[in-house]
């Protein structure tokens, strides 16, 4: 191969930073980002807070209970809701016009009339643009990362590991869309047309798929959800006798059934809602991020118990599995779309 798939590439890459529209999406890109890591902050250091004051007032029992510090991916969560949105017009705006724009101004084919084969300058272009998307959002994960040390707070080892596969997977997720816009722009005829249908496909995976998933869908295919027993309801717990009468009917045979299914139904649920993300690059990213930032360390919750002692409740899950099967829906996606549009352009008339 010769070296005009590196020429190609390099004049993409010097284009997209030169590229207004590109620069400004960036920078609000950039700056959201960076508040939204401030704010993750401030959200971690009050958890943090909170946390070291129940751990003060807490015997010696529900210490134990509550040996698991507040993990920083409560950063990253706070920011994830943000990068879907600018992460993906992001990634639109490097990619909707880089065939289209060729064809408009007619340097496309004085472009191929040279020596060069058709798969080097959809090859180039494609890792041209894409290179300059990593150095950018290469460039936010490490200013976000900075603002978390200079406050002193310092990941550990898994948790390093779980902001390198968060950010791995915001980085798919917006190479998905960069992938969809550089399809469109294979497709189309014009840029117009390319962002039009782009959008489009955005607004569908992005705002209407998990709406009627989370909303319709998900409760359709997994029925009604299990009613807890009468005698339950209407037991209080305010006093200790209350709580001695609860604690009774919760080992009773009627609950034990419901607890089985109602998990039951929320298994179903789960995986209806599992099984559409991974035609969603927006819901995969979205089911990776609220999985490490829920499983990075246990859930405790702290209450008062009927008899005014303390119950400490801890939740944890390994959703490894779940992680690594959007993780490969997340890399589908580009290789999906960037194939449909390899296809197009070495198919492409150009008289």
Sequence with gaps: ??????????????????????????????????????????EYQDTLDSYNELLSTAGTQERGLMDTRPSPMIIFGSVGALLVTMGALLGITSGFDLITRERETKSLKVLLSHPVFRDEVING???????????????TIAVSIALML?????????????????????????IAYFA??????????????????????????????PVLIENGAADAI???????????????????????????MTESEDFQKYR??????????????????LFSPTMSFDSISDALTSTSSMTVTVRSGPGGGMIAQTQASDTSESILSHLLALLAFPAIFFGIAYMRFMRMDLR
């Excluded at 550089?182 to 705002?207: H, K, N, Q």
């Excluded at 109602?262 to 559409?276: F, K, L, P, T």
Aim: proline share 2%.
């Design 222 to 248: 997994a029925g009604d959800a299990p009613t807890m027993p009468r005698m339950i309801q209407s037991v209080s717990i305010d006093s200790r006798e209350g709580g001695r009468n609860f604690q009774a």
């Design 1 to 42: 191969m010769s070296n005009a798939l590196f020429v190609i590439a390099e004049k993409e890459f010097s284009d997209s930073f030169r590229n207004r529209t590109i620069l400004a999406i960036f920078a609000i890109f950039f700056a959201i980002s960076v508040i939204g890591i401030i704010g993750g902050i401030a």
């Design 260 to 277: 089985e299914d109602i998990q039951d139904w929320r298994s179903r649920r789960q995986a209806v809602v599992d099984i559409a993300s």
């Design 150 to 174: 200079i406050t002193g707070i310092v990941p550990g080892g898994d948790e390093w590991s779980s902001i390198a596969i968060f950010s791995f997977s915001a980085f798919l997720m917006i």
């Design 125 to 139: 272009k494609a890792i041209g643009a894409g290179g300059a998307l990593a150095l950018i959002f290469a460039a």
């Design 180 to 209: 969809i816009a550089l399809c469109m722009s294979a497709i189309s005829e014009t840029s117009g047309t390319a962002l039009v249908y782009t959008l489009i496909i955005f607004i569908l995976l992005s705002g209407l798929l």
